[in-house]
């Protein structure tokens, strides 16, 4: 199946073979492109992310350093159960808020929180065993990281301002005296976006390189394919004249080899038959009547049949190659051959042209006798027809052969082995010649050779030759009729 649809030609596959290695060329580009545009994107993309975070941290690191300066006085003396120094450290921690959303907050050791300015109900709860939405616990860390002395937690929190969630980055101390969680913490959804932007701007110029090599693989697509269909029509052009010229000249070595046989026939095997039927005439007239039947007889038949011979030879010579064609031209030459082809087979025909002489080039003359003569052929064997008719013209365009008949049509192609050498040979000297042949038909058309159905019944061929085949005008129009 695969076989059967596609079957490149010559041309395709040069073609495909010049395209096919500058398309992988071009992918192997665009993919290695894509790549290490992503890679190397992908990596500073990453560092920007840690250059924000960094500073996000370090921003987070001086706050609870300048918050823990701002307690330290009392921090520093107090005793480790020392309420009213507690009291003044929560009162200056709920004080210090910054931004929309900035705040500090402090839990126990054991979960509780003690400073929430921005969430007042977080106050005195204890919150331990509390996680995110994504199960990151979070009070239990901020615990962790205070008694290990400080540290930094990512987790998702709820914005004050708007009340969504984002992800946060806190930075917590422990003040292991009064067994406090002492920290603040920043949203970091800005370092994100920023980030999710980048990434998609890198998307973008992946994108874009992929259109640019695209671009630029279809542009040298398109110039290969040019420059082969340039290639290939030219090649074309040069064998289809190389073809063209070979094949008139297959056709004058046969019109030339037509002519020597008629010559031979008409000159040398007639001529010897015409001496034959001579000398038997001549015995015959020296027998006299007074010769026996037995003699006679044979030399009648004899003759009778050297009569038949001539006729036979001449009109064998007289298809091969018609002297009046060449004499008279060609409608005196059609006329004889409907003459003849009407006493040979009864079949009524009508025969109208204008009198070309020698208006016609040798080659069309000759194309246009050989596609009547065998048009006749066809009708006398195949058709049935009663009535032929036969017309000649020359007009603006050219000149036109119509050969109709009222037989029963051309039977219509099954077989792919497409129409019969004799419309195929009609047709490549229409071809050759830069002429057309039409078949119309009751039954079916030739395939091929721009047959149409007709409604009517018979066969019609109409072979046509252009201007270029005409030479200049100088008769009048003149009918020749045929019984």
């Not at 992503?38 to 921003?59: D, G, N, P, T, Y």
């Not at 937690?153 to 292991?176: C, D, N, R």
């Not at 004899?302 to 030879?313: K, Q, R, S």
Request: aromatic fraction near 6%.
């Amino acid at each position: 199946m695969i076989r059967f649809l596609f079957r490149p030609n010559y041309a395709q596959k040069l073609s495909l073979l010049a395209t096919l290695p500058l398309i992988v060329a071009c992918l192997a580009i665009a993919a290695l492109v894509a790549s290490q545009s992503r890679s190397m994107a992908e990596r500073e993309i990453q560092v920007l992310e840690r250059q924000l975070l960094e500073a996000k941290k370090a921003e987070l690191r001086n706050y609870v350093t300048q918050a823990r300066n701002g307690f330290m006085h009392i921090y520093g003396p107090a005793a480790p159960d020392d309420p009213e120094a507690k009291e003044r450290v929560t009162q200056i921690l709920s004080a210090m808020i910054y931004g929309k959303d900035g705040f500090f907050f402090v839990y126990d050791y054991d979960g509780t929180n003690l400073v929430s300015p921005r969430q007042t109900d977080f106050i005195n709860r204890n919150w331990a065993g509390l996680r995110d939405k994504r199960g990151v616990p979070v009070v239990d860390r901020f615990i962790d990281i205070a008694r290990q002395g400080a540290g930094w937690h990512s987790f998702m929190w709820q914005k004050p301002s708007t009340g969504e969630e984002a992800q946060m980055i806190a930075y917590v101390v422990g003040l292991q005296d009064w067994q406090w969680a002492v920290g603040t913490g920043v949203f970091i959804d800005d370092v994100l976006a920023s980030v999710a932007s980048s990434r998609a701007e890198l998307e973008t110029r992946v994108r874009r390189t992929f259109l640019y090599i695209g671009a630029i693989t279809l542009v040298a697509l398109i110039l290969v394919f040019a420059s082969g269909m340039l290639l290939n029509i030219r090649e074309r052009r040069l064998a289809d004249a190389k073809l063209k010229e070979l094949t008139q000249r297959v056709f004058d070595a046969q019109e030339e080899e037509r002519g020597r046989v008629a010559r031979e026939l008409h000159d040398s095997i007639s001529q010897l038959l015409v001496g034959v039927r001579y000398a038997l005439e001549t015995v015959k007239r020296r027998l006299g009547e007074d010769a026996p039947v037995t003699a006679r007889e044979p030399l009648d038949k004899g003759v009778n049949g050297l009569a038949t011979a001539i006729a036979e030879v001449r009109r064998i010579s007289r298809d091969l190659r018609p002297g009046v064609l060449d004499d008279l031209g060609l409608g005196p030459a059609l006329k004889a051959l409907t003459d003849d082809f009407a006493q040979r087979t009864g079949i009524e025909t009508e025969f109208s042209t204008v009198v070309f002489r020698n208006r016609l080039d040798q080659e069309a003359k000759i194309a246009l006798y050989r596609v009547a003569q065998e048009a006749l052929t066809n009708i006398e064997r195949h058709s049935g027809a009663t009535r032929v008719t036969v017309d000649l013209r020359g007009h603006a365009k050219g000149a036109t052969l119509r050969i109709s008949d009222n037989g029963s049509g051309l039977p219509p192609r099954q077989t792919p082995g497409g129409p019969g050498i004799g419309l195929r040979n009609m047709q490549e000297r229409m071809e050759q010649l830069d002429g057309t042949l039409r078949i119309l038909s009751s039954r079916g058309a030739a395939s091929g050779l721009g047959g149409i159905k007709g409604s009517g019944g018979g066969t019609v061929i109409e072979a046509s030759l252009p201007l270029s085949h005409l030479l200049p005008p100088g008769d009048d129009v003149v009918a020749h009729r045929a019984p």
